[in-house]
Protein backbone atom coordinates (compact mmCIF):
# COMPACT_ATOMS: atom_id res chain seq x y z
CA UNK A 1 0.00 0.00 0.00
CA UNK A 2 1.09 3.58 -1.13
CA UNK A 3 2.83 5.69 2.27
CA UNK A 4 2.03 9.20 2.34
CA UNK A 5 4.23 11.96 3.36
CA UNK A 6 3.11 15.62 5.11
CA UNK A 7 4.54 18.16 7.03
CA UNK A 8 4.36 18.15 10.76
CA UNK A 9 2.88 21.33 10.55
CA UNK A 10 2.07 24.87 8.77
CA UNK A 11 1.04 28.04 9.96
CA UNK A 12 -2.09 30.52 8.03
CA UNK A 13 -3.69 33.17 8.52
CA UNK A 14 -7.49 33.37 8.58
CA UNK A 15 -8.98 34.49 5.60
CA UNK A 16 -5.88 33.16 3.29
CA UNK A 17 -5.74 30.18 1.66
CA UNK A 18 -4.11 26.89 3.30
CA UNK A 19 -2.57 24.27 1.07
CA UNK A 20 -1.89 21.26 2.53
CA UNK A 21 0.66 19.05 0.51
CA UNK A 22 0.97 15.65 0.74
CA UNK A 23 3.46 12.93 -1.25
CA UNK A 24 2.47 9.93 -2.19
CA UNK A 25 5.32 8.48 -4.59
CA UNK A 26 4.24 5.01 -4.26
CA UNK A 27 0.67 5.00 -4.96
CA UNK A 28 -1.20 2.58 -7.40
CA UNK A 29 -3.41 3.29 -10.38
CA UNK A 30 -5.95 1.60 -8.61
CA UNK A 31 -6.20 3.69 -5.31
CA UNK A 32 -7.84 7.20 -4.09
CA UNK A 33 -6.54 10.10 -2.14
CA UNK A 34 -8.13 10.87 0.65
CA UNK A 35 -8.23 14.08 3.12
CA UNK A 36 -9.55 13.77 6.48
CA UNK A 37 -9.65 16.24 9.53
CA UNK A 38 -9.60 16.04 13.33
CA UNK A 39 -10.07 19.06 15.46
CA UNK A 40 -9.41 18.37 18.73
CA UNK A 41 -9.33 15.20 19.37
CA UNK A 42 -12.87 15.14 18.36
CA UNK A 43 -13.77 11.93 15.81
CA UNK A 44 -12.04 12.78 12.50
CA UNK A 45 -13.93 14.27 9.66
CA UNK A 46 -14.12 13.11 5.84
CA UNK A 47 -12.71 15.93 4.04
CA UNK A 48 -12.46 15.03 -0.06
CA UNK A 49 -11.24 12.31 -2.08
CA UNK A 50 -9.72 12.03 -5.53
CA UNK A 51 -8.13 9.36 -8.25
CA UNK A 52 -7.08 11.54 -10.83
CA UNK A 53 -8.73 14.30 -11.62
CA UNK A 54 -9.02 17.67 -9.15
CA UNK A 55 -12.06 17.86 -7.01
CA UNK A 56 -13.56 20.39 -5.19
CA UNK A 57 -16.74 20.41 -2.69
CA UNK A 58 -18.31 22.71 -0.09
CA UNK A 59 -15.23 22.08 2.38
CA UNK A 60 -12.04 22.53 -0.24
CA UNK A 61 -10.53 21.35 -3.28
CA UNK A 62 -8.05 18.63 -4.09
CA UNK A 63 -5.16 19.40 -6.68
CA UNK A 64 -3.72 15.81 -7.78
CA UNK A 65 -0.53 16.26 -10.16
CA UNK A 66 -0.41 14.07 -13.05
CA UNK A 67 1.89 12.05 -12.39
CA UNK A 68 -0.49 11.31 -9.44
CA UNK A 69 2.65 11.43 -6.94
CA UNK A 70 1.74 14.41 -5.08
CA UNK A 71 -1.53 16.23 -4.40
CA UNK A 72 -2.86 19.52 -2.52
CA UNK A 73 -5.54 20.22 -0.29
CA UNK A 74 -6.89 23.89 -0.63
CA UNK A 75 -9.06 25.10 1.95
CA UNK A 76 -9.94 28.46 -0.39
CA UNK A 77 -10.20 30.62 2.80
CA UNK A 78 -9.04 29.00 6.20
CA UNK A 79 -11.01 30.27 9.72
CA UNK A 80 -10.10 29.98 13.19
CA UNK A 81 -12.22 26.86 13.44
CA UNK A 82 -9.97 24.91 10.50
CA UNK A 83 -7.42 24.54 12.93
CA UNK A 84 -6.91 20.46 13.35
CA UNK A 85 -5.01 17.94 12.21
CA UNK A 86 -5.39 17.17 8.67
CA UNK A 87 -4.25 13.42 7.70
CA UNK A 88 -3.54 12.43 4.11
CA UNK A 89 -4.29 9.19 2.83
CA UNK A 90 -4.23 6.83 -0.19
CA UNK A 91 -6.32 3.46 -0.13
CA UNK A 92 -7.07 0.58 -2.86
CA UNK A 93 -10.31 1.38 -5.06
CA UNK A 94 -10.56 -2.21 -5.88
CA UNK A 95 -12.19 -4.70 -3.35
CA UNK A 96 -8.98 -7.19 -3.47
CA UNK A 97 -6.87 -4.38 -2.48
CA UNK A 98 -5.20 -4.66 1.31
CA UNK A 99 -6.05 -1.21 1.70
CA UNK A 100 -9.60 -1.89 0.28
CA UNK A 101 -12.30 -0.32 3.08
CA UNK A 102 -9.63 0.81 5.96
CA UNK A 103 -8.15 3.72 6.80
CA UNK A 104 -4.42 3.64 7.65
CA UNK A 105 -3.49 7.24 9.38
CA UNK A 106 0.08 8.69 9.40
CA UNK A 107 1.15 11.26 11.88
CA UNK A 108 -0.73 14.31 9.30
CA UNK A 109 -0.03 17.91 9.47
CA UNK A 110 -1.06 19.97 12.63
CA UNK A 111 -2.93 22.87 10.87
CA UNK A 112 -2.89 26.06 12.87
CA UNK A 113 -4.99 28.84 11.48
CA UNK A 114 -4.08 32.39 13.36
CA UNK A 115 -6.11 36.07 13.47
CA UNK B 1 -29.92 11.63 12.15
CA UNK B 2 -27.73 10.39 15.12
CA UNK B 3 -25.04 9.01 13.24
CA UNK B 4 -22.45 7.25 15.26
CA UNK B 5 -22.75 6.76 18.89
CA UNK B 6 -20.40 5.70 21.35
CA UNK B 7 -20.74 4.93 25.08
CA UNK B 8 -19.10 5.75 27.56
CA UNK B 9 -17.40 8.67 26.33
CA UNK B 10 -14.86 8.13 29.53
CA UNK B 11 -13.91 5.06 31.35
CA UNK B 12 -11.11 3.74 33.79
CA UNK B 13 -10.83 0.77 34.11
CA UNK B 14 -8.43 -1.61 36.59
CA UNK B 15 -5.70 -3.80 35.26
CA UNK B 16 -7.30 -7.01 34.48
CA UNK B 17 -10.70 -6.17 34.37
CA UNK B 18 -12.97 -6.44 31.28
CA UNK B 19 -15.72 -4.31 29.68
CA UNK B 20 -17.18 -3.79 26.36
CA UNK B 21 -17.30 -0.07 24.51
CA UNK B 22 -20.52 0.46 22.59
CA UNK B 23 -20.82 1.40 18.96
CA UNK B 24 -24.31 2.06 17.22
CA UNK B 25 -24.79 3.46 13.91
CA UNK B 26 -28.60 4.89 12.08
CA UNK B 27 -27.48 5.02 8.46
CA UNK B 28 -27.36 1.54 7.66
CA UNK B 29 -23.81 1.10 6.80
CA UNK B 30 -22.16 -2.18 5.97
CA UNK B 31 -18.75 -1.59 6.74
CA UNK B 32 -18.16 -0.27 10.43
CA UNK B 33 -13.83 -0.29 12.27
CA UNK B 34 -12.71 0.37 15.59
CA UNK B 35 -9.41 2.21 16.05
CA UNK B 36 -7.78 3.63 18.81
CA UNK B 37 -5.83 6.75 19.22
CA UNK B 38 -2.46 7.34 21.15
CA UNK B 39 -1.16 11.11 22.10
CA UNK B 40 0.12 12.55 18.99
CA UNK B 41 -0.44 9.52 16.83
CA UNK B 42 -2.55 8.66 14.15
CA UNK B 43 -5.28 6.50 14.54
CA UNK B 44 -4.43 2.38 14.32
CA UNK B 45 -7.04 -0.55 13.17
CA UNK B 46 -8.25 -2.28 15.40
CA UNK B 47 -10.78 -4.50 14.27
CA UNK B 48 -13.54 -4.26 10.98
CA UNK B 49 -16.59 -5.72 9.77
CA UNK B 50 -18.05 -5.58 5.98
CA UNK B 51 -21.10 -6.42 7.19
CA UNK B 52 -23.68 -8.71 9.77
CA UNK B 53 -21.45 -11.68 10.96
CA UNK B 54 -18.25 -10.73 9.09
CA UNK B 55 -15.54 -9.64 10.94
CA UNK B 56 -11.68 -9.42 10.45
CA UNK B 57 -8.52 -7.86 12.02
CA UNK B 58 -7.01 -5.00 11.66
CA UNK B 59 -3.40 -3.59 12.72
CA UNK B 60 -3.54 -4.04 16.42
CA UNK B 61 -5.82 -6.50 16.89
CA UNK B 62 -4.28 -8.02 19.97
CA UNK B 63 -6.14 -7.96 23.55
CA UNK B 64 -9.36 -6.76 21.58
CA UNK B 65 -12.43 -9.00 20.37
CA UNK B 66 -15.42 -7.73 17.65
CA UNK B 67 -18.60 -9.29 17.02
CA UNK B 68 -21.42 -8.02 14.41
CA UNK B 69 -24.39 -9.82 15.25
CA UNK B 70 -26.62 -6.80 13.77
CA UNK B 71 -26.14 -3.99 11.21
CA UNK B 72 -26.52 -0.83 13.65
CA UNK B 73 -23.77 -2.31 16.62
CA UNK B 74 -20.44 -3.25 16.73
CA UNK B 75 -19.20 -3.66 20.49
CA UNK B 76 -15.56 -3.90 20.66
CA UNK B 77 -14.34 -6.09 24.07
CA UNK B 78 -11.55 -5.38 26.05
CA UNK B 79 -11.03 -8.62 27.90
CA UNK B 80 -8.38 -8.49 30.46
CA UNK B 81 -7.58 -4.73 30.54
CA UNK B 82 -3.67 -3.44 30.48
CA UNK B 83 -2.30 0.01 30.91
CA UNK B 84 -0.86 -0.42 27.37
CA UNK B 85 -4.56 -0.20 26.02
CA UNK B 86 -5.03 3.27 27.57
CA UNK B 87 -6.41 5.32 24.67
CA UNK B 88 -9.05 7.17 22.57
CA UNK B 89 -10.89 4.95 20.79
CA UNK B 90 -13.08 5.48 17.90
CA UNK B 91 -15.63 3.66 15.89
CA UNK B 92 -16.35 4.18 12.35
CA UNK B 93 -19.31 3.16 9.39
CA UNK B 94 -19.54 3.88 5.82
CA UNK B 95 -21.20 2.56 3.11
CA UNK B 96 -19.71 1.70 -0.08
CA UNK B 97 -16.32 0.28 1.99
CA UNK B 98 -15.45 3.94 2.64
CA UNK B 99 -15.98 5.33 -0.93
CA UNK B 100 -17.56 8.36 0.04
CA UNK B 101 -15.81 8.63 3.38
CA UNK B 102 -16.37 7.49 6.74
CA UNK B 103 -18.25 8.90 9.45
CA UNK B 104 -16.49 8.59 13.00
CA UNK B 105 -18.19 8.83 16.48
CA UNK B 106 -16.72 11.14 18.90
CA UNK B 107 -14.70 8.49 21.00
CA UNK B 108 -14.28 6.54 24.31
CA UNK B 109 -11.47 7.72 26.49
CA UNK B 110 -10.00 4.80 28.15
CA UNK B 111 -7.72 4.49 31.16
CA UNK B 112 -6.46 1.60 32.58
CA UNK B 113 -4.59 1.93 35.78
Known amino acids: DAKTTQPPSMDCAEGRAANLPCNHS???????VYWYRQIHSQGPQYIIH???NNETNEMASLIITEDRKSSTLILPHATLRDTAVYYC????????????????FGQGTILTVHP | NAGVTQTPEFQVLKTGQSMTLQCAQD?????MSWYRQDPGMGLRLIHY???????DQGEVPNGYNVSRSTTEDFPLRLLSAAPSQTSVYFC????????????FGSGTRLTVV
Open chain 2, 92 to 103: ASSSSAGLYGYT
Open chain 1, 26 to 32: TISGNEY
Open chain 1, 50 to 52: GLK
Open chain 1, 89 to 104: IVRSANAGGTSYGKLT
Open chain 2, 27 to 31: MNHEY
Open chain 2, 49 to 55: SVGAGIT
